[in-house]
Each structure stands twice: as C-alpha cells, then as structure tokens.
C-alpha cells in the first residue's frame, strides 16, 4: 500500500512520504488502530480496505460503533451485521455502544468518556494505539458530527487521527491523505459490506458505487483505486 500526502499547490502534486504502520511502535508495543463509526457500516465505507491492508500487516485493530443504527433498519439487529463485516475486514475486537442513533449531539460528553475508557482499559497492555480512523467536520449527518467532536476530544493523546469519507459528507470534502488500495483488499472490502443486509437496498452500499468513488479518489493522485481522509492530526 502506498500512503500519498496531497500538498494542496495549484499543479495538483502528491508527495509519497513513508509514515505507514509498523508492526510495532518505538516503545515495542504492538502498533494499534482505534476506528470509530456513528451507525454500523460507516467504518467499512469510510477505511474498510485501509483495515483489511493493516490487519493483514499485523496491526491491532479496534472498532466502536457507537449507536444500532435502529433508524435505519428498526427490529434488525444491526450490531451483528457489523460484527461479521468487522471480523471479514480482520478486526481484532468490535466495541458496539448503544447511544441513540440521530440524537448523539446530545450525548458528546458521554461518548469522550467511553471512548477514554475504551482507550485506556480495552486496548491490550501491550498494544499502543498510534492511528485513529474516524468521522470527518464537513458531513451533513448530525451523528457523524457528533462523532468527530467526541473523538478529536476523547484521542487527543493519539498522534494520527484521520477523517474519512461517507456517502454524507458534504461536497467541501477535501482530502489530504489518499491510501492506495490493491485487489485483494478492496474486494474485502465490497464483502464485508454485503454482510449489512439491511441497507443491501441503498444504492451507496452497490459495489459500483463503491468502486467508482475509490476510482475517483485514485484519479485525483494519478493511482488506480484509494481511500481519501482529511487529517485531523498528524504527528510522523
């Protein structure tokens, strides 16, 4: 997998700089990854291929779902079909939480003190959690606002924290890190999303549009197929 830095001049240059995960962090801890989602599938839409990649590298990886998504699918257990799609993509543990979907604006406070507590007492004594995945500041969906404002409190310790993209970002979604997704990792990807069988029927979760934003996003740094994230913290 190749990590592109956009540098944001007028020709459109992208920088390759190497600031990938080791499999292990400088204090010889095994490096970890900490995802967070609103609703089940928004981190498999937003970083699903840059987890399959980083699992099969041997990173610890830990994913959050904090609420059931109810709203969008009512008596479905939606926890479940995230569980399955997580373990497909090689999640090493999923932590599903049960705020109220469509209201978390109301509950900032609590989800910073969650995921403090994930941070600090489920993350293995010998894992060191170095990159956060998480939702972005420019998204028209109140949750994923919500998410973002609770994260950037809740990992203020964490040196990598990127934002990635859902089909409710806004159209001022600017990407500044593009991660290059092979064959293999992106068809895990496309499967894992299938498992959410209550939303098979939203046209974002069809695989063409799934490959058609991951071609867009590759054109944008003259690569085949990436993942974009805005960056809300990096430090390499």
Do not use: W
């Not at 020709?11 to 390759?16: A, D, E, L, P, V």
């Not at 090493?92 to 609590?110: G, S, V």
């Amino acid at each position: 997998m190749i990590v592109i830095i956009y540098d944001g001049d007028s020709y459109g240059i992208s920088k390759r700089i190497d600031y990938m995960l080791n499999s292990t962090t400088s204090s010889g801890k095994r490096t970890g990854i900490l995802a967070i989602g609103a609703h089940p599938d928004d981190i498999e839409l937003g970083c699903g291929a840059s987890l399959s990649y980083y699992s099969n590298e041997k990173v610890y990886i830990i994913s959050v779902v904090m609420t059931p998504g109810c709203c969008g699918a009512e008596y479905i257990d939606r926890h479940k079909e995230s569980q399955e799609a997580l373990n497909m993509l090689g999640c090493n543990k999923l932590i599903p939480l049960n705020f109220e979907d469509t209201r978390l604006y109301l509950q900032i406070k609590e989800m910073i003190s969650s995921l403090e507590y994930i941070i600090e007492n489920e993350t293995p004594q010998d894992v060191e959690i170095t990159r956060v995945y998480t939702m972005n500041n420019t998204d028209r969906h109140q949750d994923h606002i919500a998410v973002y404002q609770a994260s950037m409190v809740a990992c203020r310790y964490i040196p990598q924290i990127l934002g990635y993209e859902t089909p409710s970002t806004c159209l001022s979604f600017l990407p500044q890190v593009f991660e290059s997704v092979d064959e293999v990792h992106f068809n895990k990807k496309i499967l894992a999303l299938q498992k959410h069988k209550s939303q098979i029927h939203r046209r974002y979760i069809q695989p063409e549009y799934i490959i058609a934003q991951a071609k867009f996003r590759g054109q944008q740094v003259s690569h085949s197929m990436c993942e974009g994230f805005v960056v809300h913290k990096m430090v390499l």
